[in-house]
């Protein structure tokens, strides 16, 4: 199976703006789970979609936004850009049925300047 | 919530080394237990899980990890270690019964040298 993939890989932003992220997960996994990794904080759990619904989210401002489509695929938004967001966001797909496990992508660096 | 730390931040190791990495969460429920490695440049990857039963389970590379209930800890552990484990490892927690979340440890950067 391909493992989860990640788009783009790469990205710088200045302030203000707004960025989308695209994530797709392992083939017949439903559950997408995003996460902010900065050094020093180790991974931040920004939220989890599950059958297009969002069923968990963290404790971040709601200028982070997210959405999974019927296919399982997720973006994840961010709006009106800090120089703070700077991170690797990692997406992690899984099951969520029986033993749960997740998978990462590779995640992708925002660089916002 | 829940909480997952991890004691050492940074841990520098000679080649040949023994290697125990602590893990503690807050959660006194059902728990599945993870630890995770991300390698230089690369991805993160499952290193070994814990669900039930023995609690001491065997993951990759030689790497074993202990889950103690009454201590709520899930230490990682190896032998000897080479330079190629230098990397960094995180520990992680998911609760089944409430939520399913993954929480996550920040992380302990290892180094080890030749």
């Known amino acids: 199976k391909a493992g989860v993939t990640q788009t783009p890989r790469y990205l710088i932003k200045t302030r203000g703006q707004q960025v989308t992220l695209s994530c797709s997960p392992i083939s017949g996994h439903r559950s997408v789970s995003w996460y902010q990794q900065t050094p020093g904080q180790g991974l931040q759990f920004l939220f989890e979609?599950?059958?297009?619904?969002?069923?968990n989210k963290g404790n971040f401002p709601g200028r982070f936004s997210g959405r999974q489509f019927s296919n399982s695929r997720s973006e994840m938004n961010v709006s009106t850009l800090e120089l703070g967001d700077s991170a690797l966001y990692l997406c992690a797909s899984g099951t969520r049925t029986g033993p749960n496990e997740q998978f990462f992508g590779p995640g992708t660096r925002l660089t916002v300047l | 919530a829940q909480s997952v730390s991890q004691h050492n931040h940074h841990v520098i190791l000679s080649e040949a080394a023994s290697l125990e990495l602590g893990c503690n969460y807050s959660y006194g429920g059902t728990v599945n237990l993870f630890w995770y490695v991300q390698y230089p440049g690369q991805h993160l990857q499952l290193l070994l899980k814990y669900f039930s039963g023995d609690p001491l389970v065997k993951g990759i590379k030689g790497f074993e990890a202990e889950f103690i209930k009454s201590k709520f800890s899930f230490n990682l552990r190896k032998p000897s270690v080479q330079w190629s484990d230098t990397a960094e490892y995180f520990c992680a927690v998911n609760a089944p019964n409430t939520g399913n979340q993954f929480y996550f440890g920040t992380g302990t950067s290892l180094t080890v040298i030749p």
């Open positions: 979609y599950f059958s297009e619904t969002q069923r």
